[in-house]
Structure formats: C-alpha cells, structure tokens
Nanobody, 124 residues
Framework: QVQLVESGGGSVQAGGSLRLSCAPS??????????MGWFRQAPGKETQGVAS???????DYAESVKGRFTISRDSDNDILYLQMNSLKPEDSDTYYC????????????????RGQGTQVTVSS
C-alpha cells in the first residue's frame, strides 16, 4: 500500500518561506513510474491543485503559485519537496502530498494516493 508522509508545515509571516517534504513508501511499481504532486484544502472548501511533477520530470503549477513555489523530487532519496517562497495569507491551508501512476491524472491534480496533510499558516 502506497503511503505518503508530509512534513515541514508550520506558521510563518507573510513574505516568509517554508519547505514541505513528502516521504513515500510502499510503491507497488518502480518509483520512477509514479508522478507526484501537492494540493491544498481548507475545511469545507474544495481542493486546489498546487503543483505536480510527472514521471518524465515535467512540472505544472497553479497560476496562484507560479513564480513563488517550486516542486522538486529527489529521486535518489525518494523525497518530494515543495519550496514555498513569498508566502501570502491566502496560502494558508492544509497541504497534501499525492501520487498517481498516470501523468495525465497528476496534471489534473487527480491522484490515487494522498497523505494525511500538513498545516501551513501564513499571518499578515
């Protein structure tokens, strides 16, 4: 069973930075076949895709985070990162790491697997 564990959330002032990490385990197939990504969700609100990285390394970002967030994947250590700079109060949410076997699904932020989430709070 694929498991994804996020870390790195916390509280920061507007303009600050945080780096989220995601440690996967239990890949059924070779890890290189999986695309991964991040989405966020506030209680009672719809999910919002944040960033994704395909099995081919291609990245995609939500318009609201372009130029501020960077998704990367350390293939050797099998860790997914989300570097978040110039944070805004509206970035406050629970951030989830996610994965899927189909790049097309990841690009649409539709994932078969998701973690438990890590809270990010940005104060003004």
């Amino acid at each position: 069973q694929v498991q994804l564990v996020e870390s790195g959330g916390g509280s920061v002032q507007a303009g600050g930075s945080l780096r989220l990490s995601c440690a996967p385990s239990g890949w059924v197939y070779d890890k290189s076949k999986y695309c991964m990504g991040w989405f966020r969700q506030a209680p009672g609100k719809e999910t919002q895709g944040v960033a994704s990285i395909g099995s081919d390394g291609l990245t995609d970002y939500a318009e609201s985070v372009k130029g501020r967030f960077t998704i990367s994947r350390d293939s050797d250590n099998d860790i997914l990162y989300l570097q978040m700079n110039s944070l805004k109060p509206e970035d406050s949410d629970t951030y989830y790491c996610a994965a899927d076997l189909l790049d097309s699904y990841c690009r649409q932020y539709e994932f078969a697997y998701r973690g438990q989430g890590t809270q990010v709070t940005v104060s003004s």
